[in-house]
């Protein structure tokens, strides 16, 4: 499995700061709490990708599994 890759985007502009996290699925939470932290963030500003809820590795699913 590929690791997670994190970019971090800063505006020197505004001063605006943004973590991205790819690969993570919903581990990304856990990735970037501690960047969050030291980089002054506040967790109300967090937006979370589509992969988050698609759970497991982040990879799309391309099988559903129904039952009934």
Same mark, same amino acid.
């Given at each position: 499995? $590929?690791?997670?890759? &994190?970019? &971090?985007?800063?505006?020197? $502009? @505004?001063?605006?700061?943004? &973590?991205?996290?790819?690969?993570? %699925?919903?581990?990304?939470?856990?990735?970037?709490? $501690? /960047?969050?932290? /030291? /980089?002054?963030?506040? $967790?109300?500003?967090?937006?979370?990708?589509?992969? #988050? #809820?698609?759970?497991?590795? %982040?990879?799309?699913? @391309?099988?559903?599994?129904?039952?009934?």
């Amino acid at each position: 499995m $590929a690791e997670p890759v &994190i970019d &971090i985007y800063w505006d020197p $502009a @505004t001063g605006e700061m943004k &973590i991205e996290v790819e690969g993570a %699925g919903q581990d990304c939470l856990d990735l970037t709490r $501690a /960047l969050e932290k /030291l /980089l002054g963030m506040q $967790a109300g500003d967090r937006k979370v990708k589509p992969e #988050y #809820y698609e759970g497991g590795d %982040g990879k799309k699913r @391309t099988q559903s599994n129904r039952l009934g």
